[in-house]
């Protein structure tokens, strides 16, 4: 691995350092508000933006929710799994995105309605997506279990998707793309030929898929009692924590 990640800093000047917040950056919390970014995670970012052609966060949080919580200079933010994106300071949104907003909001109304009957789940509205969380019920799985046919028939009703996660079912837009297509674009657009992707999620298998094809491609997972087979099989390198996620960017920005 310490020879990939060398290989991963000869070639920075073309190449791109992804990576997710929530299980990467911050540790996954029962409110996700509560969220924060591990000590070390700001200064890693800064030092790898200031040599790597793109460092990003591709998260399922909103730009704006993400905004609050990365901090660090030369940062790109892309949220909601590729539908936003912060370019010079506005926050641009993925073409035809912007016509689910209403059937995301009808899903929520409707979901704030339904999930009374299921204690301990949580609604998230995010903008263009929306989120039902469970790791705060006192039994998560059994709660996520009665709740999960009312948000697949909410979703289905406004022609919306159902992508499960650690304790959460994110309801987007059909056709929205995920932080793959996000990740693709990006290294067309920027002509990388190396990268590297942190991800501890159903959501980020497709992120490590997108590095197909590279000259040179790491893929890290945190790993935990609840990540997804198909992702640590993926996985290049193994982590248990974002606190050693982040010790491995602070490596890498030490690599002359």
Same mark, same amino acid.
């Not at 936003?84 to 209403?102: D, H, K, M, N």
């Not at 990268?195 to 945190?222: C, H, K, T, W, Y």
């Not at 606190?243 to 491995?248: D, H, M």
């Given at each position: ?48 933006a200031a040599r790597f052609r793109v460092v990003a ?13 990365v901090h660090a200079r030369g940062v790109r933010l ?14 641009? +949104?993925?073409?035809?995105?912007e016509r689910w907003r209403a059937a995301v909001e ?15 789940? +949580? ?98 997972? +945190? +790993? ?33």
């Amino acid at each position: 691995m310490d020879d990939r990640l060398e290989a991963l800093s000869r070639s920075a000047p073309h190449a791109g350092i992804f990576c997710d917040f929530d299980g990467c950056l911050a540790a996954i919390v029962p409110d996700p508000d509560e969220a924060r970014a591990v000590r070390g995670a700001r200064l890693a970012l800064e030092r790898l933006a200031a040599r790597f052609r793109v460092v990003a966060v591709v998260s399922g949080r909103s730009v704006t929710d993400l905004r609050r919580r990365v901090h660090a200079r030369g940062v790109r933010l892309i949220g909601l799994h590729g539908m936003e994106e912060l370019l010079g300071g506005t926050i641009s +949104v993925a073409p035809g995105a912007e016509r689910w907003r209403a059937a995301v909001e009808r899903a929520a109304a409707r979901l704030e309605r339904d999930l009374a009957g299921a204690p301990g789940a +949580v609604l998230e509205r995010k903008g263009l997506a929306l989120a039902v969380h469970f790791r705060r019920a006192d039994d998560p799985e059994e709660v996520e279990s009665r709740a999960g046919p009312m948000v697949a028939e909410a979703a289905a009703d406004e022609g919306l998707v159902v992508v499960p996660g650690r304790r959460i079912l994110e309801v987007r837009p059909s056709g929205g793309g995920d932080k793959g297509d996000a990740i693709r674009r990006v290294i067309a657009h920027e002509s990388l030929h190396a990268a590297m992707v942190g991800g501890d999620d159903v959501g980020d298998i497709p992120a490590f898929e997108a590095l197909n094809g590279l000259s040179v491609a790491v893929r890290v997972a +945190v +790993v935990s009692a609840e990540s997804p087979p198909a992702l640590t099989e993926r996985a290049d390198l193994l982590v248990d924590s974002p606190r050693e996620f982040v010790a491995v960017l602070g490596r890498l920005a030490a690599v002359d």
